[in-house]
């Protein structure tokens, strides 16, 4: 084997969440332990939920039940419990003084909150939600930045059965509405305002443009989060501290069934309206518990941040799967690099930060401000780093490990999806780790990567499929079954299509390699766009790339890149395109190289390849909800066919 990044110590492996599992199932190795979880799902699950210390009102008698079809597993049957019991109210009151949340803002002041506290506060607001008429299986719309309250709000409505709806912060006053219009959502909790590069954003005023379209929504309440003037309707609007007020700091959970929805992720489509994804207390306790304990080996000690937002499915599960395991997590509202590149590492640095999560191209960006080493921060407490989103590039990727990581830390590089609020793909600390690879499939995942025809291969690229149900994975669409069952389960019976290229090489290490959508076929051959950016961006002159592909009518499809030049650089196309073929081979040099300012992005940092061709073809732009520079597309100008 070669290429190894990362090795575990003995130390690591003695120390870890997954070794004390192991020990329970009597597995001896990491090789025995994913091959058993996923020849004995039953057993597994049961194990996990076991060690995680879950605690149900009333026991579940069925591991899973599959008399509906693959598509409708249901899983831990009978039992009822609720998230909040396990992420709040178990931890009390041995470790009430214990801090549960952190927040710190962009002009660099901090909030903390203990458990006992959360528990107090969420109560509060439960007892006001139900005040107001909410009740089980009403829809909680979250529009916030992330914030202390954020928090509370989304566990109170999960403590009294209904099911919360968070929406990314920055979406257009249209892309809020669709949301909680096909959500029937009742209430929306927002805030006056945020800071974003020292700049107001009045959010609230978003909020009031999306009520215009929305008569199921009665009430709207507003966090003083900048105490900034705003707008205001007194027969709809309410403080959200008058809200609260007066409110008793005692209710007892509602315990729900496992199967009961929790929580509604929306997810993007290329065209027509978001799909909402699913996710039940049971199945998202088993799923999302187990990556943070065994794959990120979190524990009650630990400080966890993920460079997320709350309408992001990282936002949730960073919040859920660091409270099941007693840990802080911590939130910052603000950019990662204002007002200065180095505002991130300062603040991980300076808050002991334990494990770190962001996404490779927020790395390349922040590679851009700061491209020498850092030897300013010694960034002692991390432990753990983690990335999802997109495939890595290598430079990229060394970076992030030898700089921030110091080359101690692993990459817990994950793949999953909204979906299943969780992953197919991801890396255990008890074995080692190939350079910008995943490792293997998560446990508990039955993941293959197969031909046209389903057939198993290795060595070269193919889809990424799921062979089994997992406990986390969506109970369908939001009122639009059918939709779910054919972007899922339509192309081959029985088998999860994820839409993500993926290899296994020769030593059984996976990698991904972008997505199948996205795939460009030039002569008959097909190539990843994450391929062609990583041989753009080795080169020191550029700092991000997008690649799409575009007609020609020798080759059926060429190749179109866009390229943001690094700080001071002045690319020379030319030389761009002989980098690819140095690389690639001349099959995939690119046909244009087209120099822009920026890439439009989700809040995320993943870049929207398919909104860069439309806009490059002249075709029509879809849904821009998830962009959030979406002016990046002003810089790009149609091509001449």
């Known amino acids: 084997m070669e290429d190894f990044v990362w090795t575990p110590s003995v130390e690591n492996i003695r120390a870890s969440n997954v070794c004390r599992l192991m020990t329970a199932t009597h597995m001896t190795s990491y090789e025995d332990l994913i091959q058993w979880s996923v020849?004995?799902?039953?057993?597994?699950?049961?194990?996990?939920?076991?060690?995680?210390?879950?605690k149900w009102e009333t026991p579940y008698h069925t591991i899973r039940d599959t008399s509906e079809g693959l598509p409708w597993t249901k899983w831990f049957v009978g039992g009822k419990t609720n998230i909040v019991t396990n992420c709040i109210d178990r931890h009390l009151p041995a470790h009430e003084n214990e801090i549960a949340?952190?927040?710190?803002?962009?002009?660099?002041?901090?909030?903390?909150?203990t458990y006992g506290k959360l528990h107090q506060e969420v109560s509060r607001l439960a007892n006001a939600l139900l005040k107001e008429g909410n009740r089980a299986g009403d829809v909680v719309g979250i529009y916030m930045p992330m914030s202390i309250e954020m928090v509370i709000i989304f566990y109170a409505t999960l403590k009294i059965g209904a099911i919360v709806l968070p929406v990314f912060s920055g979406f257009a006053p249209e892309a809020l509405a669709t949301r909680l219009a096909h959500a029937e959502s009742k209430i929306l909790f927002t805030a006056d305002g945020t800071q974003r590069r020292g700049k107001t954003v009045n959010i609230k005023q978003s909020a009031d443009q999306a009520a215009t379209q929305l008569p199921h929504l009665k009430r709207i309440v507003c966090l003083k989060h900048l105490d900034i003037d705003v707008d205001w309707d007194e027969s709809r609007d309410c403080w959200y501290d008058d809200f609260v007020s007066g409110k008793s700091e005692h209710l007892p959970t509602q315990a729900v069934d496992s199967e009961t929805p929790a929580i509604i992720l929306y997810t993007s489509g290329t065209t027509g309206n978001p799909k909402g994804t699913v996710h039940s207390h049971g199945g998202t306790i088993a799923q999302v518990g187990k990556e943070l304990k065994y794959h990120f080996d979190v524990k009650a000690e630990d400080r966890f941040f993920w460079l997320t937002d709350i309408g992001w499915m990282m936002g949730p599960w960073m919040i859920i799967g660091v409270h099941l395991q007693g840990g802080s997590i911590f939130l910052y509202d603000g950019a990662p690099n204002h007002p200065t590149a180095d505002r991130l590492w300062e603040m991980i640095d300076r808050q002991k930060i334990t494990h770190l999560g962001i996404s490779p191209t927020a790395i390349r960006v922040?590679?851009?401000?700061?491209?020498?080493?850092?030897?300013?921060?010694?960034?002692?407490?991390?432990?753990?780093?983690?990335?999802t989103g997109e495939p890595w590039d290598e430079?990229?990727?060394?970076w992030f490990f030898e700089n921030i990581g110091k080359k101690r830390c692993p990459i817990i590089n994950i793949s999953g999806g909204t979906e299943i609020i969780g992953c197919f793909l991801a890396p255990l600390p008890i074995a080692p780790i190939k350079r910008c690879s995943l490792q293997g499939p998560g446990l508990g995942m039955d993941i293959d990567v197969v031909d046209d025809e389903a057939n198993p291969v290795r060595g070269q690229t193919g889809h990424l499929v799921c062979r089994q149900p997992a406990p986390s994975m969506t109970r369908g669409f939001w009122k639009d079954k059918e939709r779910y069952l054919n972007t899922y389960w339509s192309r081959w019976p029985n088998i999860w299509f994820h839409g993500d290229w993926a290899e296994v090489d020769k030593d059984g290490h996976w990698f991904l390699r972008g997505r199948s959508d996205d795939t460009i076929n030039v002569a008959g051959r097909r190539v990843g766009p994450s391929e062609v950016e990583s041989a753009l961006i080795g080169h020191p002159d550029i700092s991000e790339a997008a690649v799409i592909g575009i007609p020609d009518k020798l080759k059926g499809e060429a190749i179109a890149a866009f390229v943001v030049p690094a700080l001071g650089a002045d690319p020379d196309p030319q030389k761009m395109k002989a980098e690819v073929v140095s690389k690639l081979g001349k099959t995939f040099m690119p046909k244009s190289i087209i120099i822009v300012n920026a890439l439009p992005k989700t809040r995320s940092a993943k870049i929207v390849r398919r909104a860069i061709r439309a806009k490059y073809l002249g075709k029509p732009l879809g849904d821009l909800s998830s962009i959030?520079?979406?002016?990046?597309?002003?810089?790009?100008?149609v091509c001449e066919t």
């Not at 590679?367 to 002692?380: E, H, K, L, T, W």
């Not at 959030?628 to 100008?637: F, H, R, S, V, Y």
């Open 39 to 54: 020849a004995n799902p039953a057993r597994f699950w049961d194990a996990v939920m076991r060690d995680l210390s879950i």
């Open 628 to 637: 959030e520079n979406p002016e990046a597309l002003d810089g790009i100008d």
């Open 366 to 387: 922040l590679m851009r401000g700061r491209v020498s080493a850092i030897p300013d921060y010694s960034f002692n407490a991390l432990r753990i780093l983690g990335s």
């Open 101 to 113: 949340v952190i927040l710190e803002s962009e002009d660099k002041k901090v909030q903390k909150m």
């Open 395 to 398: 430079n990229s990727y060394n």
